[in-house]
């Protein structure tokens, strides 16, 4: 038997200007706890969180290229991260994987762990944004100490 939870959330549409993921970053921290970190476009997220943005359009905490994040391994204790969904942007995944211990990831595709370095899956929860919209695939993944 799998320890990995699994779920499906159904959600109203988001009322976002840009991107945003409406319901599911408070039902995120209903069940999982609350991320100290935000990356991309969120218009969404309550104060006290940081952001991160790598083209600032949203004003974010900070701006800073997803590729070369300016902290240390495991600067961040829970990251939540809802990128484009144009291509999966890998390298910019796994340099986000580095600094957070536990990362949560909502995207149109299922990460491979094996891009995830040291990562075990905690969650995957199909997530729905109203009719005609992509279903999603929440992902929660964390670091397996060893």
């Known amino acids: 038997m799998s320890d990995i939870i699994f779920d499906f959330w159904a959600c109203q549409r988001p009322l976002t200007h840009h991107w945003?993921?409406?319901q599911v970053f408070d039902r995120i921290v209903k069940q999982f706890g609350s991320p100290d970190v935000a990356f991309g476009k969120q218009d969404q997220i309550p104060e006290g969180i940081i952001t991160i943005d790598n083209d600032g359009k949203v004003n974010p905490t900070i701006t800073a290229d997803w590729k070369r994040l300016p902290?240390?391994?495991?600067?961040f204790k829970f990251g939540y991260w809802d990128p484009p969904?144009?291509?999966?942007?890998?390298?910019?995944?796994?340099?986000?994987?580095?600094?957070?211990?536990?990362?949560?990831?909502?995207?149109t595709h299922m990460w491979p762990r094996a891009w995830l370095r040291g990562g075990e899956r905690v969650a995957v929860i199909?997530?729905?944004?109203g009719p005609m919209k992509a279903i999603r695939c929440l992902q929660i993944?964390?670091?397996?100490?060893?």
């Open 126 to 129: 199909a997530v729905t944004m």
């Open 141 to 146: 993944l964390k670091k397996v100490k060893s």
């Open 20 to 22: 945003g993921s409406g």
């Open 85 to 107: 969904y144009d291509h999966l942007y890998k390298k910019e995944g796994q340099e986000i994987w580095r600094v957070c211990e536990k990362l949560a990831i909502l995207h």
């Open 71 to 75: 902290f240390e391994d495991n600067h």
